[in-house]
């Protein structure tokens, strides 16, 4: 009823920039916040940044300064846009979404978070 889909991510040198879309769609009321966390093989899955409907952000510490995070609130999308990438940044990249749907089968009006199937995200010294 609610789907997340990423798309963007690849691989890229050190220094240089990416960006990653995440578009959410379905029987949605409000999307309360959408951000992006990131875990890297071994590692446990960190926040990276969220916005929020009011246009609040939020930015990891590893990534404030190089990262922005934006949105079309029309498309229901949220932009990630990673300039000057490490090697450090290297991995799998997932979208959420703390969304208010509506449960068609139920015919509820519920909340619950919505993650995306992820993007790999390497870069190379």
């Known amino acids: 009823q609610v789907r997340v889909v990423e798309s963007g991510g690849g691989s890229m040198q050190a220094g240089g920039s990416l960006r990653l879309s995440c578009a959410a769609s379905g029987s949605i009321n409000i999307i309360h916040t959408m951000g992006w966390y990131r875990q890297a093989p071994g590692k446990e899955r960190d926040s990276v940044a969220s916005i929020t409907s009011d246009g609040d952000i939020n930015y990891g510490d590893s990534v404030m300064g190089r990262w922005t995070i934006s949105r079309d609130v029309a498309a229901k999308t949220v932009y990630l846009r990673m300039d000057n990438l490490r090697p450090e940044d290297t991995a799998v990249y997932y979208c959420?979404?703390?969304?208010?749907?509506?449960?068609?089968?139920?015919?509820?009006?519920?909340?619950?978070?919505?993650w995306g199937q992820g993007t790999q995200v390497t870069v190379s010294s």
């Open positions: 959420y979404a703390d969304i208010t749907y509506l449960d068609i089968l139920k015919g509820l009006r519920l909340r619950g978070d919505f």
